[in-house]
Protein backbone atom coordinates (compact mmCIF):
# COMPACT_ATOMS: atom_id res chain seq x y z
CA UNK A 1 0.00 0.00 0.00
CA UNK A 2 1.11 3.57 -1.22
CA UNK A 3 2.58 5.90 2.22
CA UNK A 4 -0.26 8.33 0.41
CA UNK A 5 -3.20 5.46 0.82
CA UNK A 6 -2.11 4.43 4.51
CA UNK A 7 -2.46 8.10 5.33
CA UNK A 8 -5.72 8.18 3.86
CA UNK A 9 -7.33 4.85 5.15
CA UNK A 10 -5.38 6.00 8.72
CA UNK A 11 -7.94 9.76 8.85
CA UNK A 12 -10.81 7.57 7.46
CA UNK A 13 -10.84 5.46 10.34
CA UNK A 14 -13.18 6.06 13.16
CA UNK A 15 -11.19 7.88 16.24
CA UNK A 16 -12.18 4.93 18.54
CA UNK A 17 -10.91 2.13 16.33
CA UNK A 18 -7.62 4.19 15.92
CA UNK A 19 -7.03 5.05 19.58
CA UNK A 20 -7.95 1.09 20.25
CA UNK A 21 -5.76 -0.21 17.81
CA UNK A 22 -3.03 1.82 18.72
CA UNK A 23 -2.83 1.77 22.19
CA UNK A 24 0.65 2.67 22.73
CA UNK A 25 0.53 6.02 20.85
CA UNK A 26 -2.68 6.89 22.73
CA UNK A 27 -0.66 6.05 25.57
CA UNK A 28 2.19 8.28 25.10
CA UNK A 29 0.27 11.16 23.58
CA UNK A 30 -1.49 11.08 27.05
CA UNK A 31 1.68 10.59 28.89
CA UNK A 32 3.12 13.52 27.33
CA UNK A 33 0.01 15.69 27.85
CA UNK A 34 -0.09 14.94 31.30
CA UNK A 35 3.92 15.32 32.00
CA UNK A 36 4.33 18.90 30.46
CA UNK A 37 1.20 19.96 31.92
CA UNK A 38 2.15 19.17 35.46
CA UNK A 39 5.39 20.71 34.84
CA UNK A 40 4.05 23.37 33.68
CA UNK A 41 1.83 24.37 36.77
CA UNK A 42 4.74 23.23 39.28
CA UNK A 43 7.65 24.88 37.91
CA UNK A 44 6.33 27.43 35.87
CA UNK A 45 5.58 31.67 36.64
CA UNK A 46 1.80 31.26 35.02
CA UNK A 47 -1.48 33.32 35.23
CA UNK A 48 -4.15 31.77 37.48
CA UNK A 49 -5.80 31.61 33.71
CA UNK A 50 -2.96 29.97 31.94
CA UNK A 51 -3.45 27.21 34.64
CA UNK A 52 -6.51 27.16 34.33
CA UNK A 53 -6.58 26.09 30.72
CA UNK A 54 -3.78 23.80 31.55
CA UNK A 55 -5.64 21.98 34.03
CA UNK A 56 -8.79 21.85 31.72
CA UNK A 57 -6.82 21.37 28.17
CA UNK A 58 -3.78 19.24 29.61
CA UNK A 59 -4.73 17.38 32.09
CA UNK A 60 -9.26 16.56 32.55
CA UNK A 61 -9.16 16.34 28.62
CA UNK A 62 -6.79 13.98 27.94
CA UNK A 63 -7.88 11.63 31.41
CA UNK A 64 -11.39 11.67 29.77
CA UNK A 65 -10.63 11.01 26.27
CA UNK A 66 -8.55 8.04 28.12
CA UNK A 67 -11.53 6.93 30.31
CA UNK A 68 -14.15 6.88 27.04
CA UNK A 69 -11.83 5.52 24.41
CA UNK A 70 -9.31 3.24 26.03
CA UNK A 71 -12.10 2.24 28.41
CA UNK A 72 -12.21 -1.45 27.70
CA UNK A 73 -8.20 -1.29 28.50
CA UNK A 74 -6.70 -2.11 31.77
CA UNK A 75 -3.60 -0.50 32.65
CA UNK A 76 -2.83 -2.30 35.51
CA UNK A 77 -3.42 -5.68 33.90
CA UNK A 78 -1.97 -4.68 30.07
CA UNK A 79 1.51 -3.32 28.65
CA UNK A 80 0.24 0.19 27.00
CA UNK A 81 3.81 1.55 26.51
CA UNK A 82 6.82 0.59 24.43
CA UNK A 83 10.30 -0.72 26.51
CA UNK A 84 12.23 2.77 26.97
CA UNK A 85 15.54 1.89 25.76
CA UNK A 86 18.52 1.87 28.75
CA UNK A 87 19.69 5.07 27.84
CA UNK A 88 16.02 6.64 29.00
CA UNK A 89 16.43 5.31 32.19
CA UNK A 90 19.94 6.46 32.53
CA UNK A 91 18.91 9.73 31.53
CA UNK A 92 16.16 9.59 34.13
CA UNK A 93 17.56 8.49 36.92
CA UNK A 94 20.90 11.20 36.70
CA UNK A 95 18.00 13.91 36.86
CA UNK A 96 16.85 12.50 40.03
CA UNK A 97 20.10 12.65 41.20
CA UNK A 98 20.97 15.81 39.90
CA UNK A 99 17.11 17.67 41.12
CA UNK A 100 18.03 16.42 44.36
CA UNK A 101 21.45 17.56 45.11
CA UNK A 102 21.79 21.04 42.78
CA UNK A 103 22.33 23.68 45.17
CA UNK A 104 21.08 21.76 48.05
CA UNK A 105 21.39 24.70 50.47
CA UNK A 106 19.86 27.21 48.73
CA UNK A 107 15.78 26.80 48.73
CA UNK A 108 16.07 29.04 51.88
CA UNK A 109 16.97 28.90 55.91
CA UNK A 110 15.55 25.96 57.76
CA UNK A 111 12.05 26.63 59.40
CA UNK A 112 10.80 25.83 62.55
CA UNK A 113 10.06 21.76 62.27
CA UNK A 114 13.81 21.65 60.87
CA UNK A 115 15.29 23.27 63.52
CA UNK A 116 13.46 20.96 66.17
CA UNK A 117 14.54 17.77 64.68
CA UNK A 118 18.03 19.48 64.44
CA UNK A 119 17.85 20.50 67.72
CA UNK A 120 16.83 17.14 68.53
CA UNK A 121 19.96 15.32 66.30
CA UNK A 122 22.47 17.48 68.21
CA UNK A 123 20.84 16.12 71.88
CA UNK A 124 21.58 12.48 71.33
CA UNK A 125 25.11 13.67 69.66
CA UNK A 126 25.78 14.85 73.19
CA UNK A 127 24.29 12.45 75.16
CA UNK A 128 22.47 8.97 73.47
CA UNK A 129 18.78 8.68 74.57
CA UNK A 130 17.18 5.82 73.91
CA UNK A 131 13.66 7.46 74.01
CA UNK A 132 11.53 7.01 70.52
CA UNK A 133 9.24 10.29 71.23
CA UNK A 134 10.12 13.60 72.53
CA UNK A 135 8.79 17.06 73.25
CA UNK A 136 5.48 17.50 73.96
CA UNK A 137 3.71 16.51 70.59
CA UNK A 138 5.42 13.14 71.47
CA UNK A 139 7.28 13.83 67.77
CA UNK A 140 8.66 10.07 66.83
CA UNK A 141 12.79 10.51 66.68
CA UNK A 142 14.00 7.83 64.81
CA UNK A 143 14.29 10.39 61.51
CA UNK A 144 16.72 12.02 64.67
CA UNK A 145 18.69 9.52 65.45
CA UNK A 146 19.87 9.17 61.80
CA UNK A 147 20.63 12.42 61.44
CA UNK A 148 22.68 12.37 64.65
CA UNK A 149 24.74 9.71 62.94
CA UNK A 150 25.34 12.17 59.94
CA UNK A 151 26.41 14.81 62.17
CA UNK A 152 28.90 12.65 63.98
CA UNK A 153 30.47 11.51 60.74
CA UNK A 154 29.71 14.47 58.34
CA UNK A 155 29.77 17.84 60.98
CA UNK A 156 26.98 20.02 61.88
CA UNK A 157 26.36 22.49 58.81
CA UNK A 158 23.33 23.11 56.27
CA UNK A 159 24.91 21.19 54.44
CA UNK A 160 24.67 18.18 56.30
CA UNK A 161 21.45 19.08 57.46
CA UNK A 162 19.80 19.04 53.82
CA UNK A 163 22.11 15.60 52.18
CA UNK A 164 20.15 13.57 54.53
CA UNK A 165 16.51 14.04 53.24
CA UNK A 166 17.69 14.22 50.06
CA UNK A 167 19.37 10.78 50.13
CA UNK A 168 16.02 9.65 51.84
CA UNK A 169 14.30 11.25 49.02
CA UNK A 170 16.54 9.41 46.38
CA UNK A 171 16.10 5.96 48.42
CA UNK A 172 12.08 6.48 47.23
CA UNK A 173 12.97 6.32 43.62
CA UNK A 174 14.16 2.34 43.46
CA UNK A 175 12.16 1.19 45.85
CA UNK A 176 9.12 2.63 44.46
CA UNK A 177 9.76 1.45 41.09
CA UNK A 178 10.43 -1.93 42.68
CA UNK A 179 7.17 -2.57 44.50
CA UNK A 180 5.33 -1.36 41.23
CA UNK A 181 7.11 -3.77 39.01
CA UNK A 182 6.10 -6.60 41.49
CA UNK A 183 2.18 -5.22 41.49
CA UNK A 184 1.76 -4.25 37.92
CA UNK A 185 3.17 -4.06 34.05
CA UNK A 186 6.43 -3.04 33.01
CA UNK A 187 4.45 0.17 31.54
CA UNK A 188 2.91 1.00 34.67
CA UNK A 189 5.96 0.54 36.70
CA UNK A 190 7.99 2.48 34.40
CA UNK A 191 5.40 5.87 34.63
CA UNK A 192 5.70 5.29 38.42
CA UNK A 193 9.55 5.36 38.37
CA UNK A 194 9.47 8.72 36.20
CA UNK A 195 7.35 10.60 38.93
CA UNK A 196 9.07 9.30 41.55
CA UNK A 197 12.20 10.28 40.00
CA UNK A 198 10.90 13.93 38.65
CA UNK A 199 7.52 14.95 39.64
CA UNK A 200 7.22 18.04 42.17
CA UNK A 201 6.31 16.35 45.49
CA UNK A 202 8.56 13.97 45.79
CA UNK A 203 11.61 16.54 45.00
CA UNK A 204 10.00 19.04 47.12
CA UNK A 205 10.24 16.84 50.19
CA UNK A 206 13.52 15.93 49.94
CA UNK A 207 14.58 19.83 50.53
CA UNK A 208 12.93 19.84 53.98
CA UNK A 209 14.73 18.13 56.93
CA UNK A 210 11.83 16.50 58.17
CA UNK A 211 9.92 13.11 59.03
CA UNK A 212 7.29 13.43 55.78
CA UNK A 213 10.41 12.22 53.22
CA UNK A 214 11.39 9.36 56.15
CA UNK A 215 7.24 8.57 56.15
CA UNK A 216 7.14 7.77 52.07
CA UNK A 217 10.66 5.96 52.07
CA UNK A 218 9.47 3.62 55.05
CA UNK A 219 5.89 3.41 53.18
CA UNK A 220 7.56 2.57 49.81
CA UNK A 221 9.46 -0.14 51.65
CA UNK A 222 6.39 -1.39 53.14
CA UNK A 223 4.55 -1.24 49.83
CA UNK A 224 7.61 -3.95 48.49
CA UNK A 225 6.75 -5.64 51.12
CA UNK A 226 3.43 -5.76 50.80
CA UNK A 227 3.65 -6.18 46.64
CA UNK A 228 5.94 -9.30 47.05
CA UNK A 229 3.43 -11.16 49.63
CA UNK A 230 1.04 -10.66 47.57
CA UNK A 231 2.42 -11.66 44.74
CA UNK A 232 3.86 -15.20 46.59
CA UNK A 233 0.80 -15.91 48.51
CA UNK A 234 0.98 -19.87 47.16
CA UNK A 235 4.93 -20.21 47.26
CA UNK A 236 7.19 -21.62 50.05
CA UNK A 237 7.87 -17.98 51.05
CA UNK A 238 4.67 -16.40 52.07
CA UNK A 239 4.71 -17.23 55.57
CA UNK A 240 7.89 -15.36 55.53
CA UNK A 241 6.62 -12.39 53.62
CA UNK A 242 3.64 -11.36 56.25
CA UNK A 243 6.27 -11.48 59.21
CA UNK A 244 8.65 -9.38 56.99
CA UNK A 245 5.53 -6.79 56.04
CA UNK A 246 4.07 -6.60 59.98
CA UNK A 247 7.30 -5.92 60.87
CA UNK A 248 7.75 -3.36 58.44
CA UNK A 249 4.11 -1.74 59.61
CA UNK A 250 4.43 -1.67 62.68
CA UNK A 251 8.04 -0.21 63.13
CA UNK A 252 6.73 2.38 60.58
CA UNK A 253 4.61 3.76 63.56
CA UNK A 254 7.84 5.34 64.78
CA UNK A 255 8.52 7.18 61.44
CA UNK A 256 5.45 9.79 61.35
CA UNK A 257 2.40 10.59 63.43
CA UNK A 258 0.02 10.31 60.23
CA UNK A 259 1.25 6.57 59.84
CA UNK A 260 -1.90 4.92 61.08
CA UNK A 261 -3.61 5.56 57.84
CA UNK A 262 -0.84 3.36 56.14
CA UNK A 263 -1.00 0.71 58.22
CA UNK A 264 -4.89 0.95 58.19
CA UNK A 265 -4.74 0.57 54.17
CA UNK A 266 -2.31 -2.10 54.38
CA UNK A 267 -4.24 -4.21 56.79
CA UNK A 268 -7.36 -3.92 54.57
CA UNK A 269 -5.72 -4.87 51.34
CA UNK A 270 -4.59 -8.10 53.17
CA UNK A 271 -7.92 -8.90 54.02
CA UNK A 272 -9.77 -8.28 50.57
CA UNK A 273 -7.29 -8.60 48.19
CA UNK A 274 -5.59 -11.95 47.58
CA UNK A 275 -5.62 -15.41 46.10
CA UNK A 276 -6.58 -17.04 49.10
CA UNK A 277 -10.28 -18.03 51.23
CA UNK A 278 -11.45 -15.33 53.13
CA UNK A 279 -10.62 -17.80 56.05
CA UNK A 280 -7.09 -18.21 55.49
CA UNK A 281 -6.87 -14.30 55.11
CA UNK A 282 -8.09 -13.14 58.31
CA UNK A 283 -5.80 -15.90 59.87
CA UNK A 284 -2.79 -13.78 57.77
CA UNK A 285 -4.68 -10.33 59.29
CA UNK A 286 -4.43 -11.65 62.64
CA UNK A 287 -0.58 -12.48 62.79
CA UNK A 288 -0.08 -9.02 61.17
CA UNK A 289 -2.48 -7.64 63.45
CA UNK A 290 -0.38 -9.23 66.43
CA UNK A 291 3.17 -7.93 65.34
CA UNK A 292 2.04 -4.32 64.58
CA UNK A 293 0.54 -4.22 67.91
CA UNK A 294 3.99 -5.68 69.53
Avoid at 267 to 290: D, M, N, V
Wanted: glycine residues 6%.
Amino acid sequence: MAPMDKIKKFLSTPVEKIFNQHTVIASSVFFISLFISNSLLSYGNLSNEAKTWIVFGGILAPMAAAFFLLKKRDPFKEESLPTAAPWIWVVILALAVFLRFYRLTSLSWPYADEGLFGYFATLQGEKWDWRVFHDFRTTPLVYSWGLSLFYRFLGHSLSTLWLYPALWSLGCVPLAWMAARLAYPRSLAFLIFCWMSLSFWPLYMGRFSTQCVFLVFWECLTFFALAKYLTQQKSPSASKNIWILAFLTGTGFYTYLAWPLVALMVGLTLLFYGRQSISQRIGELAKFIGVVIL
